[in-house]
């Protein structure tokens, strides 16, 4: 089965401060994809990162860089000097087949980040 | 461009109405997919279109729920004698191509399902 697990419910951060979230996977899958998501409080998904399992360069886009680790199963999302603009919640993804022989997207349950002035 | 529109924004329904949210995907895209998101919690799948081919409809909760999408663009997902679990935001996304992790969805505002 698949399965997303984003163990941090919440997490609060001053401006500037860096901030990690993390993301952990489970899949029996060889070939499958990671996706970071934000959603602010319009409420819209907006699109990352995506990154596929044969891929674990690291990955910076400006203030945000995506450290993934198929050793540890693990696709962390790191904000440096963090924005109140920041403020949202992200979710992490993936792609893969499910027991239906269908491939979909599964989402982990989110992390609230609040950035504070 | 245009991106993935959804209405209405907000629904309130006495429990036992039907509804109807619409989904209108960014122009050209293939595929169509529904998401049910409850508070607190990450999107969940629904059911996905080709075209106007239902290939997945693995995640509707129950046969409340229908899905359409006649000519392979606009697609209204029906919910029938509402019940109170059923109240949540209901995404809509989009894709240029067939299901794929190689392309990303886009996602509409979502239609937020109030069932009193």
């Known amino acids: 089965a698949q399965k997303v697990t984003q163990a941090q419910t919440e997490i609060s951060v001053v401006e500037k401060e860096d901030v990690t979230l993390d993301c952990v996977y489970e899949t029996r899958d060889t070939t499958y994809y990671l996706f970071w998501y934000k959603q602010p409080p319009s409420g819209e998904l907006v699109f990352l990162i995506r990154?596929?399992?044969?891929?674990?360069q690291n990955e910076i886009s400006g203030r945000y860089s995506w450290n993934f680790q198929k050793s540890t199963s693990s696709f962390n999302f790191t904000i440096t000097a963090s924005q109140v603009v920041d403020s949202a919640v992200y979710f992490c993804a993936l792609w893969g087949f499910m027991n239906t022989g269908f491939q979909k997207l599964v989402f982990g349950t989110g992390t609230r980040l609040l950035v504070s002035p | 461009g245009a991106g993935v529109s959804q209405s209405p924004r907000y629904k309130v329904a006495k429990r036992g109405q039907d509804v109807a949210l619409r989904c209108d995907p960014i122009s050209g895209h293939v595929s169509l997919f529904w998401y049910q998101q409850a508070l607190g919690q990450g999107p969940e799948f629904l059911t996905y279109?080709?075209?106007?081919?239902?290939?997945?409809k693995s995640g509707l909760p129950s046969d409340r729920f229908f899905a359409e999408r006649p000519e392979g663009s606009v697609s209204t997902l029906k919910i029938q004698r509402t019940q109170q679990e059923d109240s949540a935001v209901y995404l809509c996304?989009?894709?240029?191509?067939?299901?794929?992790?190689?392309?990303?969805?886009?996602f509409g505002p979502g239609t937020r399902l109030t069932v009193t």
């Open positions: 279109f080709q075209n106007e081919a239902q290939l997945d």
């Open positions: 996304a989009s894709s240029a191509a067939p299901a794929s992790g190689l392309y990303e969805q886009y």
């Open positions: 990154r596929n399992s044969f891929d674990e």
